[in-house]
């Protein structure tokens, strides 16, 4: 019970200062949003806040990072990062992971619009993410597909197709959604496979992505914690994880007809991503 109630104050004091690092470089990238400097204001603000989260509050919570890496990556050509959306915590060691093989490029999340009530969300938004509302459908789709197009520097975009954290719940809303979609018995049991442990992928934004950007390369990064924590409230009640471990694996994704990739995306994920979180 001691361990318990000494590891909740720590973890009060992590999050007090993960939100004042997080708030210093919300301040900071507005100052380079405003005067036009968000090219140089990106990979200052985007590195300074995964060393100092990584550094103090991983350390402060016992937490280490393990990253495995399998890709060679074309400096000439704009990255694509996908995979399953982390949680919170594991934030932090998502970025180290990827900002140790891009460290000449910005990195540009795609966003849904609610994060910019959050300084973590407006902080990316002033640093050149796209915030889109998902709920809009097929304009979302264009608006990526429009942003996408005007890219140059061969940035580093993050996409979650995904499209949020799963939950039991959510996983079984969209099982039934998907399951009622597709009458292929051999999609179905991919489905079902996916939605024991996350949230299937969707095509839309991706391909949209894909179809904007030129000659893009893809990596897909899977990261879990070892004690499988699915919240601040799991981390709360039952202690933290002692480890996150992201593995960057270069892939290929060659279609470029929507129903294709949907399939692609679909085989990926039962067996890249499943075999990785169970």
């Avoid at 109630?5 to 004042?20: G, K, Q, Y």
């Amino acid at each position: 019970v001691m361990k318990l109630f000494f590891f909740r104050f720590v973890l009060c004091i992590t999050l007090l200062l993960s939100l004042c690092i997080t708030c210093i470089i919300l301040f900071s990238s507005f100052l380079f949003y405003i005067s036009f400097l968000r090219h140089i204001g990106n990979p200052v603000c985007v590195r300074s806040w995964s060393y100092l989260v990584n550094t103090i509050c991983y350390r402060m919570l016992g937490i280490r990072v393990e990253v495995a890496y399998s890709l060679s990556l074309d400096p000439k050509r704009p990255v694509v990062f996908l995979g399953n959306h982390p949680r919170l915590f594991e934030i932090p060691a998502y970025a180290k992971a990827v900002l140790a093989i891009i460290r000449r490029r910005n990195i540009v999340p795609i966003v849904k619009s609610e994060l910019q009530r959050t300084p973590f969300g407006l902080a990316a938004v002033f640093l050149g993410a796209l915030p889109i509302k998902r709920e809009k459908g097929v304009h979302a789709v264009a608006t990526i597909h429009r942003w996408a197009k005007k890219q140059t520097g061969f940035p580093a975009i993050v996409l979650y197709p995904d499209g949020t954290r799963a939950t039991r719940k959510k996983q079984q809303r969209v099982k039934e959604i998907l399951l009622e979609k597709y009458n292929d018995p051999k999609k179905q049991a991919i489905i079902s496979r996916i939605c024991s442990v996350t949230i299937p992928p969707k095509v839309a934004g991706l391909h949209a992505l894909l179809m904007g950007l030129e000659n893009p390369q893809c990596v897909l990064v899977r990261v879990k914690n070892n004690r499988g924590v699915t919240s601040l409230f799991d981390l709360w009640k039952n202690g933290p994880p002692t480890c996150v471990s992201v593995v960057v694996e270069g892939i290929q994704i060659t279609s470029e007809d929507s129903q294709v990739l949907q399939d692609e995306l679909f085989n990926l994920w039962d067996k890249k991503v499943v075999s990785f979180l169970r």
